[in-house]
């Protein structure tokens, strides 16, 4: 009896070593919790992130476009433009916090900005960069931008804002098609979907609210890649 009476606590007090264990092990974690070393981020051959970030737009528009690089202490201007476009290559902080993959060091979303959201629009996106460069925590970066943007530290949305992603190179997230689709972005100011006519049955229009950025993204899937070649178009909604 007093054999058997050890045996059974060594196998409760085992069970309540491991069971806690076992449990952590089975609890879903985020994917990217933390941002991972900085140069999982970088792209160490400077002419190779020129190139990939002019693939964001035709030739016609991004070989006279800014080209931006990111380096150990944020973005560097390394191709002057004439056309007032600007192209780079964006990280996985380019998405709002809330993001899974807000740390994702995968992500390299090529983008060509026209005139007037590198004037106003890319500036959010480079000092979130900046801020996470710095160290800073997801809620101290929506913090601090919002703080910006209230203040008038931030450029207010100009009318017209847009982009061009039509890269086949994009990788933008873990749970999309390593280059999803070729598509345009248009940046509005506030809640915007409605009068787009985003998000309903036959339209083209999809909508992604961005309240930390204060604005809604609004993409259309377009059937070319920057160069030229045919791309599988999603049917309209």
């Known amino acids: 009896m007093r054999r058997t009476i050890l045996v059974l606590v060594a196998?409760?007090?085992?069970?309540?070593?491991?069971?806690?264990?076992?449990v952590k092990a089975q609890t879903p974690t985020a994917a990217y919790p933390t941002m991972a070393p900085l140069a999982q981020y970088l792209i160490p051959n400077e002419a190779d992130e020129v190139a990939l970030a002019r693939s964001a737009a035709p030739a016609s528009i991004s070989s006279k476009a800014e080209v931006m690089v990111l380096r150990h202490d944020g973005y560097a201007a390394v191709a002057k433009g004439s056309n007032g476009f600007l192209c780079l290559v964006e990280r996985s902080w380019g998405a709002a916090t809330s993001d899974p993959n807000f740390w994702d060091p995968k992500t390299r979303?090529?983008?060509c900005f026209n005139p007037a959201s590198a004037r106003?629009?890319?500036p959010i996106y480079l000092m979130k960069t900046k801020l996470a460069l710095a160290g800073k925590?997801?809620?101290?970066?929506?913090?601090?931008?919002g703080m910006a943007l209230d203040n008038?530290?931030?450029?207010?949305l100009e009318p017209?804002?847009?982009c061009y992603m039509l890269s086949r190179r994009q990788h933008l997230n873990d749970g999309a098609a390593s280059n999803w689709h070729p598509h345009l972005m248009f940046?509005?100011?506030?809640?915007a979907a409605k009068s787009w006519g985003a998000d309903l049955p036959g339209s083209p229009v999809?909508?992604?609210?961005?309240p930390e950025e204060r604005a809604t993204i609004l993409m259309v899937v377009v059937g070319k890649w920057s160069d030229g070649g045919t791309a599988y178009q999603a049917p309209a909604r």
């Open 11 to 22: 196998a409760l007090t085992a069970l309540l070593y491991t069971t806690p264990a076992r």
């Open 109 to 111: 979303g090529p983008i």
């Open 120 to 122: 106003s629009f890319a």
């Open 137 to 145: 925590s997801k809620a101290d970066i929506a913090r601090q931008t």
């Open 152 to 156: 008038k530290q931030l450029p207010t």
């Open 160 to 162: 017209g804002a847009m």
């Open 187 to 191: 940046f509005v100011s506030g809640d």
């Open 206 to 210: 999809i909508s992604s609210p961005d």
